[in-house]
């Protein structure tokens, strides 16, 4: 039986667990697919030091990935070196010489996933990208095939690991950011520049991708409003627990009558959400369809292994289609060219908000904020203060009902202008759908 | 672009859907896949006065399904009859036409799923079931494909909607099982004959698929040791809630050291896990893979239009397949023939047990039944007891550590001797691991 082979281009973290999984499961993956996959290249800078498996001793490699591009026997070609520099010139060159790419790299296709794959189609060749986005959900899979069937109406995501482990540390110890972000470095969890994770920019590079494959527009990081976590105190917590809800940094994607609206923001969410059952390290999706209705999808947001079966998933299915013959193909990135699906400004998106404010301890206060939401025609809803000493360290919340996210941001403006506010005021969805 | 074409035979619940589906989404899935899938050809008995969508007006329409399956335009044939008499006649037929089949029957695929994949791969046509299973939850398509690299160590699932809304009611309301299934038959979430459900049948069918998927084996219900919820009572919820568990209808595969171990019944799960958020009638299914360690995918278990999903994606991902050439097929049903999986007998396993007795007040009970538990080598772990004017209506429980479960159905007959009990005591594993 013929086999298909595969280059390997990375041998970090995610590189080594595929290789893992290829090595231990060969025996499994070749009964699966009726015939074997086998590693036949390996690239790394530093291949000529590195310990690898003893099943791949005899392999060809190189620390030069123009060898591993361009090697006669090399089927698909796996891209796990991620960033958008290199990266992009060794799938470049993949199509180039028509040969299939898997990839792990959510930068590079949330920035021009839709350019290259127009060009992998055009090529013949197929590309897949399981691996990009929560490593071990198979979410790709689901959008893609799973549930092809349906309309996507909203998609809403936990899908930066670190964020979400800071803040269910912070809601079960009531610790601050700076202290659990600390705690989180000094384990190996969080990165010593922590700004990908606990600013969004890492779920913004992901929601890309997800709401491009669920809506079948082309959507750029930069048509997501984005907001990190770093404002969130242990005391949020406390009300939002009050409200019964909780807060995460949720990925939202949802489709309105004037368009697609997209953000990663900390959010309050119901308690009795499955989604609020997220703890920790994990990532999860929640796709509500105009057919299946809600489907929830839950794993490992990353590590090697998890990551591994992504990309060793893929490599399957995109082995099978080659010894299959190249089906046409048709992008994930704009399969459904309706142009009802366009992305709006976040400030048109109506939601029930959580506003939490520091001030100065002084008379009047409330009257004044709620005469400013009043002429918005912002309906409050209720005002929650927790007992404390301290109006600096016991802040209060004010809760709207459903108001546009412009009226809002217009409300908070004309509030900074008095002087008993100690910071501007956060404000925070409130997901009461889910 | 040429189109491929649907035959539709059986236009119930699940048929109306995936036509409605088929009609209304028309233009996405053409561009999704790239070239039209059309409604072809429908079958009813009672064709003749069925009211169907406009668009299909025109389309051919019959009382016979052999004019479906012998249509020379048919490319893909949907039986979605359900039931083992008809529906196996139907696809046999089809694949004696060489015409792909897409199904949603659980009992036949769960009976000889894995004989009739072998005739349909001897005749080099596809199969597809994502329907027949968790209908919302694109599962099969997560297990073939989604995590394919992986390899499944254990799974679990909530399969029937029936059961868990039952059990959910009472837990929430403290209602009999009696009371709440009447209320579901009013309600029409539970049939007039609710065996199937409420004994476990529909669970086990459906778990006999999944298992056979996610492990490679043969698999029949025979080989799943299967038990109902009629015994739950409402103070069994009280006890598990002490415990910081709930109860639910546990489908479970698990591989052990001897093999598979395979069982449909109730069992305590954590409050914490995130299959305890499972309410109503929702599915979920839980796996844990060597590699990709927990995933988890939660959705409606049925309903004509999330099931219509699930036919549709099958549809679409055939229809992809027929255009690109027939790949070599390799069945679902056996693909990892290593024996490491095979079924052994569920009182292999080796668990936490809740045991759960009502008994006439009379003294020396505990020493009486903690005897039998002794001679057996269980290991006793608490004894609960809620407060009650009558040993009736508050029966006493016991936790015992680990044991197999051989060793409990042993002690219970042992225990049975006794005539202080009022009926048969009552056992539910707990599954710590979740």
Same mark, same amino acid.
């Not at 082979?5 to 290789?19: K, S």
């Not at 527009?217 to 990190?228: A, F, H, N, Q, R």
């Not at 002429?375 to 912002?378: A, E, F, L, S, Y």
């Given at each position: 039986?013929q086999e298909v ?15 893992a999984?290829?090595?231990e499961?060969?025996e499994?993956?070749a ?5 074997p996959l086998?590693v036949?290249a390996?690239?790394?800078?530093s291949i000529?030091?590195r310990? @690898? %498996?003893?099943a791949v001793?005899?392999?060809?490699r ?7 591009v361009?090697h006669?026997e090399?089927?698909i070609v796996?891209?796990?070196?991620g960033?958008?520099?290199v990266a992009?010139e060794?799938?470049d060159?993949?199509i180039?010489?028509h040969?299939?790419?898997?990839? +792990?790299?959510?930068? @590079?296709?949330a920035?021009?996933?839709a350019?290259i ?9 197929n590309l ?7 490593g071990?959900i198979?979410?790709?899979?689901v959008?893609?095939?799973?549930i ?7 998609l809403?995501g936990?899908l930066n690991?670190?964020?979400n482990?800071i ?6 110890h009531?610790?601050?950011f $700076? &202290? ?5 470095q ?9 700004s990908?994770?606990?600013?969004g ?8 991708i997800l709401?491009?494959?669920a809506f079948g ?6 048509? #997501?409003?984005?907001?990190?976590i ?6 949020d917590?406390e009300?939002? !627990?009050?409200?019964? !809800?909780?807060?995460?940094? #949720?990925c939202?994607?949802? &489709? ?8 990663v923001?900390p959010?309050?969410i ?6 609020a059952?997220v703890q920790?390290? =994990?990532n999860?999706?929640?796709v509500r369809?105009?057919y ?6 839950y ?17 399957m ?6 010894r299959a013959?190249?089906?046409e193909r048709?992008s ?6 309706l142009?009802?699906y366009?992305?709006i400004?976040v400030t048109?998106q !109506?939601?029930? =908000?959580?506003?939490r404010?520091?001030?100065?301890d002084?008379?009047g206060?409330?009257? +004044? ?5 009043a $002429?918005?025609?912002?309906s409050?809803?209720a005002v929650l &203060?927790?007992p404390s000493d ?11 009902? %459903?108001?546009s996210e ?5 409300a @908070?403006?004309?509030m900074?202008?008095?002087d008993?506010?100690i910071e %501007?005021?956060? +404000?925070?969805?409130?997901?009461k759908?889910?």
């Open positions: 039986m082979n595969v280059g390997i281009i990375g041998l970090g973290n995610v590189g080594l667990g595929t290789l999984i290829l090595t499961n060969a499994q993956i009964l699966k697919l009726g015939f086998r036949k390996l690239c790394s800078r000529a030091t310990k @690898l %498996p003893d001793a005899d392999v060809f190189t620390p030069d990935w123009r060898q591993v361009a006669p090399v089927d796996a891209e796990l070196v960033g958008t520099g992009r060794i799938i060159a993949a180039q010489h040969k299939s790419v898997v990839t +792990a790299n959510k930068e @590079l296709m920035l021009c996933g350019e794959w127009d060009r992998a189609i055009t090529a013949g060749i897949a990208m399981e691996a990009s986005v929560a071990g198979p979410i790709h899979s959008l893609r095939e799973g092809s069937g349906d309309r996507v109406t909203t809403y936990i690991g670190t964020s482990y803040l269910t540390e912070i809601e079960k009531g610790a601050s $700076d &202290q659990v972000l600390a705690e989180a000094r384990l190996g969890y969080a990165e010593s520049d922590p990908a994770d606990v600013d920019y890492d779920a913004r590079s992901k929601l890309a709401a491009a494959l527009e082309k959507i750029t990081p930069s048509d #997501i409003y984005t907001e990190g770093r404002r969130i105190l242990p005391v917590f009300y939002a !627990h009050q409200l019964g !809800h909780t807060i995460r940094l #949720i939202s994607a949802r &489709q309105t009558p004037a368009g697609l609206i997209l953000s923001r959010a309050l119901p308690q009795s959400t499955i989604l059952g920790g390290a =994990y999860a999706v929640w369809g105009k299946g209705e809600d489907t929830f999808y794993g490992r947001g990353a590590g090697p292994a998890p990551t591994g079966v992504a990309v060793v998933s893929d490599l299915r995109v082995a099978r289609e080659i013959g190249s089906p048709v994930p990135f704009a399969h459904e060219r142009g009802e366009k992305p400004p048109l !109506h939601s029930a =908000y959580y506003l404010f520091r001030v100065e002084r008379p206060i409330i009257a +004044a904020l709620s005469r400013v939401l $002429d918005k025609q912002i409050l809803e &203060q927790l301290n109006y600096r360290d016991r802040p209060f919340v004010i809760t709207v009902e %459903p108001a412009q009226s809002i941001r217009d @908070l403006v004309e900074s202008a008095n008993f506010l %501007p005021p956060l +404000a925070m969805p409130m997901e759908s889910l």
